[in-house]
Protein backbone atom coordinates (compact mmCIF):
# COMPACT_ATOMS: atom_id res chain seq x y z
CA UNK A 1 0.00 0.00 0.00
CA UNK A 2 1.71 3.32 -1.18
CA UNK A 3 0.68 5.12 2.41
CA UNK A 4 1.80 2.50 4.28
CA UNK A 5 -0.52 1.64 7.27
CA UNK A 6 -3.12 3.22 5.50
CA UNK A 7 -4.88 6.84 5.59
CA UNK A 8 -7.12 7.87 8.67
CA UNK A 9 -8.29 10.94 10.35
CA UNK A 10 -7.64 12.76 13.49
CA UNK A 11 -10.51 15.86 14.18
CA UNK A 12 -9.53 19.24 16.15
CA UNK A 13 -5.70 18.76 14.89
CA UNK A 14 -4.10 21.52 17.05
CA UNK A 15 -5.73 20.11 19.82
CA UNK A 16 -2.84 18.78 22.67
CA UNK A 17 -3.76 15.00 22.19
CA UNK A 18 -5.06 15.43 18.76
CA UNK A 19 -1.46 16.66 17.41
CA UNK A 20 0.29 14.09 19.80
CA UNK A 21 -1.75 11.11 18.39
CA UNK A 22 -1.43 12.69 14.71
CA UNK A 23 3.11 12.55 15.56
CA UNK A 24 2.78 9.12 16.60
CA UNK A 25 0.44 7.67 13.73
CA UNK A 26 3.28 9.85 11.30
CA UNK A 27 5.63 7.87 13.13
CA UNK A 28 3.53 3.93 13.01
CA UNK A 29 3.49 4.76 9.32
CA UNK A 30 -0.04 5.67 8.98
CA UNK A 31 -0.97 8.62 6.56
CA UNK A 32 -2.80 11.09 8.24
CA UNK A 33 -5.82 13.40 7.12
CA UNK A 34 -7.07 16.36 9.99
CA UNK A 35 -9.30 18.91 10.58
CA UNK A 36 -9.05 22.29 11.88
CA UNK A 37 -11.12 24.98 12.09
CA UNK A 38 -10.50 27.96 9.45
CA UNK A 39 -10.16 31.41 11.35
CA UNK A 40 -12.48 34.11 9.30
CA UNK A 41 -9.64 36.57 10.18
CA UNK A 42 -6.21 35.14 9.81
CA UNK A 43 -4.80 31.16 8.82
CA UNK A 44 -4.03 29.32 11.67
CA UNK A 45 -0.22 28.91 12.29
CA UNK A 46 0.31 24.29 12.08
CA UNK A 47 3.95 24.92 11.55
CA UNK A 48 4.62 22.49 14.73
CA UNK A 49 2.41 19.93 12.55
CA UNK A 50 3.60 20.37 9.14
CA UNK A 51 7.01 20.51 10.85
CA UNK A 52 6.44 16.94 11.99
CA UNK A 53 9.18 13.98 10.42
CA UNK A 54 6.82 12.77 7.28
CA UNK A 55 4.11 15.59 7.43
CA UNK A 56 4.78 17.04 4.32
CA UNK A 57 4.46 13.58 2.62
CA UNK A 58 2.25 12.07 4.88
CA UNK A 59 -0.34 14.85 6.54
CA UNK A 60 -3.15 16.38 4.88
CA UNK A 61 -5.19 19.21 6.53
CA UNK A 62 -9.45 20.40 5.47
CA UNK A 63 -11.33 22.89 7.34
CA UNK A 64 -14.16 21.69 9.18
CA UNK A 65 -16.47 22.68 12.33
CA UNK A 66 -18.81 20.76 13.99
CA UNK A 67 -21.14 23.68 13.69
CA UNK A 68 -21.22 22.15 10.77
CA UNK A 69 -21.38 18.64 10.31
CA UNK A 70 -21.13 17.71 6.66
CA UNK A 71 -18.02 19.98 6.52
CA UNK A 72 -15.66 16.86 7.40
CA UNK A 73 -16.85 14.84 4.29
CA UNK A 74 -13.42 15.32 2.65
CA UNK A 75 -11.60 14.71 5.78
CA UNK A 76 -13.23 11.34 6.18
CA UNK A 77 -13.34 10.31 2.58
CA UNK A 78 -10.84 7.14 1.89
CA UNK A 79 -9.48 6.72 5.60
CA UNK A 80 -9.75 3.59 7.07
CA UNK A 81 -10.02 4.75 10.86
CA UNK A 82 -11.46 7.94 12.46
CA UNK A 83 -9.95 9.67 15.60
CA UNK A 84 -13.04 11.97 17.14
CA UNK A 85 -11.05 13.76 19.31
CA UNK A 86 -11.92 17.19 18.53
CA UNK A 87 -14.81 18.66 21.30
CA UNK A 88 -16.46 22.46 21.91
CA UNK A 89 -14.79 22.90 25.52
CA UNK A 90 -15.94 26.44 27.32
CA UNK A 91 -15.16 26.53 30.82
CA UNK A 92 -16.05 30.21 31.06
CA UNK A 93 -19.55 28.93 29.99
CA UNK A 94 -19.95 31.94 27.42
CA UNK A 95 -22.48 29.50 25.71
CA UNK A 96 -25.82 28.10 27.09
CA UNK A 97 -24.86 24.31 27.53
CA UNK A 98 -27.51 23.07 25.12
CA UNK A 99 -25.70 24.84 22.76
CA UNK A 100 -22.62 23.18 23.14
CA UNK A 101 -24.30 20.02 24.04
CA UNK A 102 -25.96 19.87 20.28
CA UNK A 103 -22.81 21.48 18.75
CA UNK A 104 -21.21 18.16 20.27
CA UNK A 105 -23.43 15.70 19.88
CA UNK A 106 -24.41 17.20 15.88
CA UNK A 107 -20.71 17.09 14.93
CA UNK A 108 -19.68 13.80 16.06
CA UNK A 109 -22.97 12.34 14.45
CA UNK A 110 -22.24 14.15 11.65
CA UNK A 111 -18.37 12.95 11.44
CA UNK A 112 -20.17 9.02 12.02
CA UNK A 113 -22.56 9.70 8.67
CA UNK A 114 -19.41 10.85 6.72
CA UNK A 115 -18.39 7.31 7.85
CA UNK A 116 -20.72 5.52 6.45
CA UNK A 117 -21.05 7.61 3.24
CA UNK A 118 -17.26 6.88 2.73
CA UNK A 119 -17.38 2.97 2.83
CA UNK A 120 -13.52 2.86 3.47
CA UNK A 121 -13.96 3.63 7.07
CA UNK A 122 -13.40 -0.07 9.25
CA UNK A 123 -13.39 1.55 12.82
CA UNK A 124 -13.71 5.41 14.74
CA UNK A 125 -11.94 5.94 17.89
CA UNK A 126 -14.20 8.64 20.10
CA UNK A 127 -11.96 10.57 22.88
CA UNK A 128 -14.17 10.92 25.94
CA UNK A 129 -13.05 12.24 29.14
CA UNK A 130 -12.89 11.03 32.82
CA UNK A 131 -15.84 14.10 33.03
CA UNK A 132 -18.17 11.42 31.55
CA UNK A 133 -17.63 8.73 34.69
CA UNK A 134 -16.65 10.47 37.34
CA UNK A 135 -19.91 12.47 38.97
CA UNK A 136 -21.94 9.68 39.32
CA UNK A 137 -24.10 10.54 41.74
CA UNK A 138 -25.11 9.75 45.73
CA UNK A 139 -24.00 6.04 45.13
CA UNK A 140 -20.02 7.32 43.42
CA UNK A 141 -17.73 4.90 43.81
CA UNK A 142 -14.20 5.32 44.72
CA UNK A 143 -13.31 2.83 41.78
CA UNK A 144 -14.88 3.26 38.94
CA UNK A 145 -15.24 1.25 35.67
CA UNK A 146 -16.60 1.83 32.15
CA UNK A 147 -20.21 0.55 33.63
CA UNK A 148 -20.35 3.82 35.09
CA UNK A 149 -21.89 7.11 33.62
CA UNK A 150 -21.85 10.51 35.02
CA UNK A 151 -25.31 11.37 36.22
CA UNK A 152 -26.37 14.57 33.75
CA UNK A 153 -29.14 15.50 36.09
CA UNK A 154 -26.91 15.62 39.10
CA UNK A 155 -24.47 17.89 36.56
CA UNK A 156 -26.53 20.68 35.99
CA UNK A 157 -28.01 20.79 39.45
CA UNK A 158 -24.72 21.19 41.29
CA UNK A 159 -22.77 22.98 38.37
CA UNK A 160 -19.37 21.83 39.34
CA UNK A 161 -16.38 23.14 37.67
CA UNK A 162 -16.62 22.19 34.11
CA UNK A 163 -20.34 20.80 34.36
CA UNK A 164 -21.12 21.97 30.99
CA UNK A 165 -18.48 20.15 29.17
CA UNK A 166 -19.04 17.13 30.94
CA UNK A 167 -22.55 16.84 30.10
CA UNK A 168 -21.97 17.59 26.12
CA UNK A 169 -19.19 14.43 26.84
CA UNK A 170 -21.47 12.29 28.31
CA UNK A 171 -24.28 13.19 25.84
CA UNK A 172 -21.61 12.80 23.04
CA UNK A 173 -20.16 9.94 23.82
CA UNK A 174 -23.53 7.62 24.32
CA UNK A 175 -25.26 9.31 20.68
CA UNK A 176 -21.69 7.90 18.70
CA UNK A 177 -21.81 4.77 20.91
CA UNK A 178 -25.97 4.36 20.06
CA UNK A 179 -25.22 4.97 16.90
CA UNK A 180 -22.49 2.41 15.84
CA UNK A 181 -24.64 0.24 17.12
CA UNK A 182 -27.55 1.30 15.03
CA UNK A 183 -26.00 1.24 11.76
CA UNK A 184 -23.47 -1.19 11.98
CA UNK A 185 -20.44 0.82 12.53
CA UNK A 186 -17.33 0.15 14.59
CA UNK A 187 -17.64 2.44 17.41
CA UNK A 188 -15.19 2.29 20.54
CA UNK A 189 -14.36 5.23 23.22
CA UNK A 190 -11.69 5.76 24.61
CA UNK A 191 -11.68 7.90 28.41
CA UNK A 192 -8.81 9.80 29.47
CA UNK A 193 -8.48 12.18 32.66
CA UNK A 194 -6.02 14.67 33.26
CA UNK A 195 -3.78 14.67 30.35
CA UNK A 196 0.05 15.64 30.91
CA UNK A 197 3.92 15.31 29.70
CA UNK A 198 5.34 16.66 26.60
CA UNK A 199 3.53 18.83 24.23
CA UNK A 200 4.07 19.92 20.95
CA UNK A 201 0.94 22.62 20.16
CA UNK A 202 1.73 26.48 20.63
CA UNK A 203 -0.12 26.68 23.98
CA UNK A 204 0.06 25.83 27.40
CA UNK A 205 -2.72 22.57 27.20
CA UNK A 206 -5.16 23.31 30.30
CA UNK A 207 -4.44 19.76 31.67
CA UNK A 208 -0.92 20.40 32.05
CA UNK A 209 -1.90 24.11 33.92
CA UNK A 210 -4.03 22.23 36.38
CA UNK A 211 -1.55 19.88 36.87
CA UNK A 212 1.46 21.84 38.04
CA UNK A 213 -0.42 24.38 39.59
CA UNK A 214 1.97 24.23 42.42
CA UNK A 215 4.71 24.83 40.26
CA UNK A 216 3.60 27.63 38.84
CA UNK A 217 2.88 29.73 42.13
CA UNK A 218 -1.04 29.15 41.71
CA UNK A 219 -1.77 27.32 44.72
CA UNK A 220 -5.33 29.38 45.04
CA UNK A 221 -6.48 27.96 41.88
CA UNK A 222 -6.57 24.18 43.49
CA UNK A 223 -9.75 22.91 43.01
CA UNK A 224 -8.82 19.15 42.81
CA UNK A 225 -6.78 17.67 45.73
CA UNK A 226 -6.80 13.86 44.15
CA UNK A 227 -5.82 13.29 40.35
CA UNK A 228 -6.75 10.35 37.86
CA UNK A 229 -3.37 11.17 35.19
CA UNK A 230 -2.09 9.61 32.40
CA UNK A 231 1.20 10.36 29.78
CA UNK A 232 -0.15 11.72 26.46
CA UNK A 233 2.13 9.58 24.74
CA UNK A 234 0.28 6.50 26.39
CA UNK A 235 -2.83 7.90 25.91
CA UNK A 236 -2.25 8.75 21.89
CA UNK A 237 -0.75 5.01 22.03
CA UNK A 238 -4.33 3.28 23.63
CA UNK A 239 -6.19 5.36 20.89
CA UNK A 240 -4.21 3.72 18.18
CA UNK A 241 -4.06 0.26 20.05
CA UNK A 242 -7.70 0.04 19.85
CA UNK A 243 -7.85 1.34 15.88
CA UNK A 244 -5.64 -1.91 15.43
CA UNK A 245 -7.17 -4.08 17.99
CA UNK A 246 -8.74 -6.78 16.00
CA UNK A 247 -12.08 -6.66 17.96
CA UNK A 248 -12.41 -4.21 20.88
CA UNK A 249 -15.79 -3.31 22.33
CA UNK A 250 -17.15 -0.25 23.82
CA UNK A 251 -15.46 1.54 26.71
CA UNK A 252 -12.29 1.90 27.50
CA UNK A 253 -10.94 4.01 30.45
CA UNK A 254 -7.13 4.79 29.77
CA UNK A 255 -5.64 6.25 33.58
CA UNK A 256 -2.23 5.32 35.28
CA UNK A 257 -2.40 6.91 38.10
CA UNK A 258 -4.30 8.27 40.83
CA UNK A 259 -2.60 10.55 42.91
CA UNK A 260 -3.03 13.15 45.68
CA UNK A 261 -2.17 16.82 45.82
CA UNK A 262 0.18 16.18 48.79
CA UNK A 263 2.05 13.48 46.83
CA UNK A 264 2.72 15.47 43.62
CA UNK A 265 3.76 18.06 46.36
CA UNK A 266 6.44 15.56 47.83
CA UNK A 267 7.40 14.20 44.69
CA UNK A 268 8.18 17.77 43.06
CA UNK A 269 9.34 19.04 46.30
CA UNK A 270 12.31 16.07 46.07
CA UNK A 271 12.99 16.74 42.26
CA UNK A 272 12.67 20.43 41.79
CA UNK A 273 13.90 22.14 45.03
CA UNK A 274 14.69 25.46 43.25
CA UNK A 275 10.40 26.06 43.23
CA UNK A 276 8.89 27.39 46.07
CA UNK A 277 6.13 24.27 45.92
CA UNK A 278 3.76 24.07 49.34
CA UNK A 279 4.23 21.66 51.90
CA UNK A 280 2.20 19.11 52.68
CA UNK A 281 1.53 20.31 55.53
CA UNK A 282 -0.07 23.50 53.96
CA UNK A 283 -1.62 21.56 51.25
CA UNK A 284 -3.44 19.68 53.75
CA UNK A 285 -5.76 22.54 54.71
CA UNK A 286 -7.21 22.85 51.22
CA UNK A 287 -10.93 21.35 50.33
CA UNK A 288 -11.34 20.17 47.04
CA UNK A 289 -12.95 17.41 44.94
CA UNK A 290 -11.39 14.29 45.00
CA UNK A 291 -11.64 12.46 41.94
CA UNK A 292 -12.28 8.65 41.84
CA UNK A 293 -9.51 5.63 40.43
CA UNK A 294 -10.80 5.35 36.84
CA UNK A 295 -9.58 1.64 36.82
CA UNK A 296 -8.02 0.57 33.20
CA UNK A 297 -7.95 -3.10 33.92
CA UNK A 298 -10.41 -3.94 30.29
CA UNK A 299 -7.87 -1.92 28.36
CA UNK A 300 -4.79 -3.82 29.96
CA UNK A 301 -6.65 -6.90 29.37
CA UNK A 302 -6.93 -6.49 26.23
CA UNK A 303 -3.01 -6.37 26.08
CA UNK A 304 -2.55 -2.57 26.23
CA UNK A 305 0.67 -1.57 28.36
CA UNK A 306 1.09 1.84 30.29
CA UNK A 307 4.74 2.83 29.70
CA UNK A 308 4.89 6.32 31.77
CA UNK A 309 5.49 6.60 35.43
CA UNK A 310 4.07 9.56 37.94
CA UNK A 311 8.29 11.03 37.69
CA UNK A 312 8.16 10.38 34.12
CA UNK A 313 4.57 12.31 33.34
CA UNK A 314 5.31 15.25 35.83
CA UNK A 315 9.43 15.37 34.60
CA UNK A 316 8.30 15.50 30.35
CA UNK A 317 5.98 18.38 31.08
CA UNK A 318 7.73 20.38 32.88
CA UNK A 319 11.11 20.04 31.15
CA UNK A 320 9.10 21.33 28.10
CA UNK A 321 7.25 23.93 30.01
CA UNK A 322 10.69 25.04 30.60
CA UNK A 323 12.02 24.73 26.85
CA UNK A 324 8.66 26.58 26.12
CA UNK A 325 8.97 29.21 28.61
CA UNK A 326 6.27 28.39 30.96
CA UNK A 327 8.68 27.65 33.44
Not at 17 to 22: K, M, Q
Not at 62 to 80: I, K, M, Q, R, Y
Not at 262 to 285: G, M, R, W
Request: aromatic content about 8%; overall charge negative; hydrophobic content about 40%.
Amino acid sequence: MAEGKGRVCVTGGTGFLASWIIKRLLEDGYAVNTTIRSHPDRKRDVSFLTSLPGASEKLKFFNADLSNPESFEGAVEGCVGIFHTASPIDFALNEPEEVVTKRSIDGALGILKACLKSKTVKRVVYTSSASAVSFSGADAKDVVDESVWSDVDLLRSVKPFGWSYAVSKVMAEKAVLEFGEQHGLDVVSLIPPFVVGRFICPKLPDSIGRALVLLLGKKEEIGVIRYHIVHVDDVARAHIFLLEHPNPKGRYNCSSFITSIEEISELLSAKYPEYQIPTVQELKEIKGVKLPHLTSKKLVDAGFEFKYSLEDIFQDAIECCKENGYL
